[in-house]
């Protein structure tokens, strides 16, 4: 199973949650098996295998789900340096030229280190959040009609099979919908290893609750009536970012509770005991709504 896979490479001491990232593990642990497992073996060992390192992944699934959490995480884990994270709206740009120029731009730090370091050079990580804004299917029209985005696939391709094949780069490509990439993307040595990152069930949803609420529990502000497993089966079709929302809004309710309305607008002087109950997150149900009406059923 998934799982089993996952229970192979992972640490038993290693908590997914420490990392601040919830309902995952299973997905964490194929990205990092894909694309990460290769990379902290000796160049030696990959030598004699005949392999080339996965160069591209494609992350894919709703809105607010942790994609960029876990790109970004994955990352500080191998000690890469610090991702460059860009937009596909940014990129595209209208003067002719300009938009593989800026593809160009993001890839030139690995090349020049790939140059001097060989397979000795640390790791690129490039985040490219948004890509289907212009990695649409060539020829469909992608940036305006220009044609923009064919030559930023182009560009992206060129880059990715490069004559000089650079071995220090992992393209991460995200989107909310994969349908509209360019097929020639996601072929084998592209964006080949492709995972879905889709709305947490209730488990996944008690752990990003926890996740969101240690902090609160830590330092004795949450009430004790405050059960994240039943927050957890209330909240069906939330992403993680509208669960981290319902946590803030739960939050202003129980600061309303100590605002004296007057003339002046002031808190009450009990502010110090003040903690957030369960009221207050029924409150947020009320007000903190998912986008997505996807059903638990379809998740499954
Ligand atoms: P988008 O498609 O809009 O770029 P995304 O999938 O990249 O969204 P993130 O930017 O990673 O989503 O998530 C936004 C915020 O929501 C995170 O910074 C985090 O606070 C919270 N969040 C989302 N998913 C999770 C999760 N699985 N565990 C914990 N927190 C989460």
């Known amino acids: 199973t998934k799982r089993a896979a996952a229970n192979a490479i992972i640490a038993p001491d290693f908590k997914f949650e420490d990392m601040g990232i919830g309902g995952l593990d299973a997905e964490f ?103 289907d804004a212009v990695c649409k299917q060539r020829g469909s029209g992608a940036g305006g009609g220009t044609g923009v985005g064919d030559s930023v696939v182009n560009q992206l391709l060129s880059k990715l099979d490069g004559v000089d094949q650079l071995n220090n780069i992992l393209l991460i490509g995200m989107t909310n919908r994969k349908d509209m990439i360019d097929d020639a993307l996601l072929r084998p040595g592209r964006l ?15 752990q990003i609750l926890k996740i969101h609420t ?56 009990d502010v110090t005991n003040m903690k957030v109950n369960r009221e207050d997150f029924l409150n947020a149900l009320s007000e903190v709504k998912p986008a997505f009406g996807v059903s638990d059923e379809e998740l499954e």
Not at 192 to 206: K, W, Y
Not at 232 to 241: C, D, E, I, R, V
């Open 29 to 131: 642990s194929t990205i990092f098996r894909r694309a990460f497992a290769s990379r902290i073996f000796p160049p030696g060992i990959i030598d004699k295998l005949g392999i080339m390192h996965v160069k591209g992944m494609l992350l894919y699934g709703p809105p607010g789900t942790g994609k960029t959490l876990i790109a970004r995480q994955i990352g500080k884990m191998l000690n890469a340096r610090e991702p460059k994270v860009i937009n596909g709206p940014e990129v595209l740009n209208k003067y002719v030229g300009q938009s593989e120029e800026n593809i160009r731009k993001l890839f030139a730090d690995a090349e020049k280190e790939y140059k001097e370091k060989g397979d000795e050079s640390g790791l690129h990580i490039i985040i490219f959040d948004e890509l």
């Open 192 to 206: 080949e290893v492709q995972i879905e990152i889709s709305l947490p069930d209730e488990f996944g949803r008690q």
């Open 214 to 269: 240690a902090k609160m529990k830590e330092n004795k502000v949450m009430s004790d009536d405050v059960d994240v497993g039943e927050l957890a089966a209330l909240t069906k079709n939330f992403s993680g970012a509208e669960l981290s929302g319902l946590v803030k809004s739960a939050t202003s309710f129980a600061f309303n509770r100590h605002i004296k309305v007057g003339t002046m607008a002031g808190v009450s002087e």
